[in-house]
């Protein structure tokens, strides 16, 4: 089963500021997802991104957010200008193809004060 | 879209007793039903999925059955050991269309009590 690596583990940032979450999945991927779980909820789809573009994407993903794969590889989640209810784990998830299930990563603990 | 709701939103059983966590969800077009296990600090993993083309799957002490006429799925752990503990999520998705997301249900804490 494919690895997917997250960076940073925690990241703590003022309410305002911008932060980048990055997803290194190992091997080779077609699908990615970030998700969020806010602490004791359950977890939330935020963006869906193929093929180099955004597939899907959730009345929670708004301006503020936006993906990217800059390199190919990595692949990352913005957050323009964050807010104190941004604080949440996010998750990145692969799958390798239509028909696999979902890898998630480890996740990064975002605490915005 | 997808609905997936969850119960019991906590449960304690006694180690080597079995926990049973149900799920219903509202698109009769999913067909795709996984359950992670999430641990303290971690992110949720993948213990056990089943496609609506069966009715049942079974990974040794884990077992998924799928009612589709109903619209509920439910994992059965049999002899619960202490390491079983976790918050255990359930989720749908039609796996088939284009890139959908999962849906998770709002999880199940379980203890099991040494």
């Known amino acids: 089963e494919p690895e997917v690596t997250q960076t940073p583990s925690h990241q703590v940032t003022q309410m305002g500021q911008e932060v980048i979450l990055r997803c290194v999945p190992i091997s080779n991927h077609l699908y990615f997802y970030w998700y969020r779980q806010i602490l004791g909820q359950k977890v939330e789809f935020l963006v869906s991104?193929?093929?180099?573009?955004?597939?899907?994407k959730s009345e929670i993903f708004d301006d503020q957010f936006s993906v990217e794969r800059p390199d190919g590889s990595n692949f990352t989640l913005k957050i323009r200008s964050t807010k104190l209810e941004d604080s949440a784990m996010y998750f990145c998830a692969i799958r390798t193809a239509i028909n696999y299930g979902y890898t998630f990563g480890s996740g990064t603990r975002l605490t915005v004060v | 879209g997808e609905n997936v709701e969850q119960h019991p939103s906590t449960l304690s059983v006694q180690e080597g007793d079995s926990a049973v966590i149900k799920c219903t969800y509202s698109d009769s077009a999913s067909n795709y039903f996984p359950w992670y296990k999430q641990e303290l600090g971690k992110g949720p993993q993948l213990i056990i999925d089943?496609?609506?083309?069966?009715g049942e799957k079974k990974d040794q002490r884990i077992a998924v059955t799928l009612n589709k006429t109903a619209k509920h799925f439910s994992l059965h752990i049999t002899e619960t050991q202490p390491e079983d503990s976790a918050v255990y999520f359930c989720a749908a998705s039609d796996a088939a269309a284009g890139n959908t997301p999962l849906v998770f249900g709002k999880g199940t804490r379980l203890s099991v009590i040494a």
């Open positions: 089943i496609r609506s083309n069966v």
């Open positions: 991104f193929y093929n180099n573009e955004i597939s899907e």
